[in-house]
């Protein structure tokens, strides 16, 4: 992988936070977040899981390289960013079935939409990078088509979580209404 290449992901990862911390510091998005006291102990105990699941996946990841030898098939810049796209999801699963995914005055609707619209936007390029220039199969390497399509997997699978969230939650209210 060319070295210009990570310095660019890097700056534009960099110039991405400083954007969207002053665009929120301006029209005051984080200030109107607050979450109760079970919600505060639900992020804990979710940020607990994702960083117990990047341990154990970077650690299987490291003694997979070393027990195996590089084989070229993950690329290791591809195994890290895929270890933190798994770690992500045990915390957002335990939050969205926790009720602890959203703050009161959060615009949740909209939240989702524009978690599906990314997604799909990800399964769209990871679909059309693998058929048309038939990676990884050409080239028997893992690389940036497969991380775009675990991105798009995991969105719509979020998706599909606060789905079935809320319907568990109507269901409730409806044998609550019955009773």
């Not at 195996?68 to 993950?74: A, D, P, R, S």
């Not at 796209?85 to 989702?112: C, E, Q, T, W």
Request: hydrophobic content about 50%.
């Amino acid at each position: 992988m060319d070295h210009a290449f990570i310095i660019g992901f890097a700056a534009a990862i960099v110039a991405a936070i400083v954007f969207y911390s002053v665009y929120a510091r301006r029209k005051g998005i984080s200030e109107g977040k607050e979450f109760d006291e079970r919600q505060l102990i639900v992020r804990g105990k979710s940020f607990k899981a994702s960083y117990i699941t990047l341990a154990v996946l970077l650690i299987a990841y490291l003694l997979a390289g070393s027990s195996f030898g590089y084989t070229g098939i993950l690329d290791p810049f591809y195994g890290v960013i895929l270890s933190l796209l798994f770690s992500v999801f045990p915390m957002i699963a335990v939050r969205i079935f926790n009720d602890s995914y959203f703050g009161r005055g959060d615009h949740s609707k909209r939240n989702l939409i524009t978690i599906g619209l990314l997604s799909l936007f990800n399964l769209g390029t990871g679909l059309y990078r693998i058929i048309s220039t038939g990676e990884p199969f050409k080239t028997g390497e893992m690389n940036v088509s497969l991380v775009s399509l675990v991105v798009g997997v995991m969105g719509i699978a979020v998706i599909a979580m606060v789905l079935i969230r809320n319907l568990m939650l109507k269901k409730a209210e409806e044998s609550e209404d019955d009773e």
